[in-house]
């Protein structure tokens, strides 16, 4: 238990530093469209999920290869954590933003910084009580879905919000999600 502790916090030190410099990889890449399936392309909110999806999934391959034999629910709780994480990203952003009226950058940074917190804690927990062992099918599933939608999403994205990249428009409407079910007329 105190090996998979400990490999559970340097998992999040992991996904901090490296989720942070696959921010700014795609640029440095030269905008290479290989780099940019794993990498955020541009500024939207979907785009930022995959600075914790990807690195935590990678981390996730190497915990579950190292402790499967100690731990059989760890796959469906890393899982878990993966989707738990990725999703909280653009819920915290669109509460705060709901409630703010605008984004701050350190406030996005903390829900990053949060986010990563909250997805090991739990693959952590569940890891330990396996309560989600007859799920593992289904949470592997979804995350491999959520994986092909970010390959297919990142130069094929639906035209929602969430999508939308806040530096390539001037309207408020293409990123505030208070403005996501406006009717106008």
Partial sequence: MKQLKHFTMIGVV??????????FL?????KNPVIGLFTPVNESIWEHMKLLFFPMLLY???????FRGMYPCITSSFCFGILAGSLLIPVLYYVYT?????????????????????????????????????????????TVILLACFIVFTYHPPGIALFADP???????????????????
Wanted: charged content about 10%; hydrophobic content about 50%; glycine content about 6%.
């Fill in 60 to 66: 996730s391959l190497i915990m579950i290869f190292k």
């Fill in 14 to 23: 992991f996904v901090l530093i490296t989720g942070t410099l696959a921010h």
């Fill in 26 to 30: 795609y640029d440095w890449s030269g």
């Fill in 167 to 185: 530096t390539a428009s001037h309207s408020p409407e293409a990123i505030l999600p208070h403005r996501l079910f406006h009717c106008r007329g």
């Fill in 98 to 142: 709901s409630i703010l009226g605008s984004d701050v950058f350190v406030v996005d940074i903390g829900i990053f910084i949060l986010s990563i917190i909250i997805a090991f804690w739990l693959s952590y927990k569940l890891t330990l009580s396996c309560r989600l062992k007859p799920c593992t099918l289904l949470l592997s599933a979804l």
